[in-house]
């Protein structure tokens, strides 16, 4: 699982059968501080209600995905888990 923050998102009128219901978001992966990493985007299957700016944590596995879902009908590797409402991080000064 990665942090990520969702940056937008995706508007489908015609989707896979079993996409249909779902919403789908472009996020980006975040450090601690909420810095984007990298310069990829992910398309995430949303089934917590997140929306653009939301703190988020983002499994991407396949496996993963079919244990969430239920079934492996849906041609989904990554999705929403969680809304992250805070991020607490013991200082390493100890």
């Known amino acids: ?3 990520a923050k969702v940056k937008g998102n995706i508007v ?8 249909n219901g ?3 978001l472009l996020v980006r992966e975040i450090d601690l501080e909420g810095n ?7 398309i995430s299957l949303d089934l917590i209600d997140s929306g653009i700016g939301d703190t988020v944590l983002v499994t991407k596995e ?4 079919q244990q969430v879902l239920g079934h492996n009908k849906a041609p989904v590797n ?12 013991e200082s390493d000064d100890n």
């Open 1 to 3: 699982m990665v942090l």
């Open 12 to 19: 489908s009128t015609i989707k896979n059968e079993y996409l």
């Open 22 to 24: 779902h919403k789908l």
């Open 36 to 42: 984007f990493i990298g310069k990829t985007d992910y």
């Open 62 to 65: 396949g496996d993963a995905v």
């Open 78 to 89: 990554t999705i929403i888990v969680a809304n992250v409402d805070d991020i607490e991080v």
